[in-house]
Nanobody
Framework: QVQVVESGGGLVRPGGSLRISCAAS????????MGWYRQDSGKQRELVAT???????DYADSAKGRFTISRDNAKNTVYLQMNNLKPEDTAVYYC????????????WGQGTQVTVPS
């Protein structure tokens, strides 16, 4: 059973920084892409950033220049360093883990809340 567990969310003032983490365990496949998505109440889930196993990254325009995604392949862990946080960054942040291979699946964590008050 694959487990995807996020941590590190919380309340941070505008302009502040926060790092959230996500650890995946229990997979018998190679984990290809790991990423972060977010969803605010009443809105659709949206991409924040993704990173491939080789380190190629992709960012939403809202995240470029402020957020940095990184990963530790040995630990199947992905991080999101968020700087200069804004109230519009308030959301539940979800970790996504994509396996590769026959029978592989796409897994989601339960989410971690990030709140930036206005």
């Amino acid at each position: 059973q694959v487990q995807v567990v996020e941590s590190g969310g919380g309340l941070v003032r505008p302009g502040g920084s926060l790092r959230i983490s996500c650890a995946a365990s229990g997979s018998r496949f190679t984990i290809a892409t790991m990423g972060w998505y977010r969803q605010d109440s009443g809105k659709q889930r949206e991409l924040v950033a993704t990173i491939t196993r080789s380190g190629l990254t992709d960012y939403a325009d809202s995240a470029k220049g402020r957020f940095t995604i990184s990963r530790d392949n040995a630990k199947n862990t992905v991080y999101l360093q968020m700087n200069n946080l804004k109230p519009e960054d308030t959301a539940v942040y979800y970790c996504n883990v994509r396996e590769v291979g026959i029978g592989s699946k796409n897994h989601w964590g339960q989410g971690t809340q990030v709140t930036v008050p206005s």
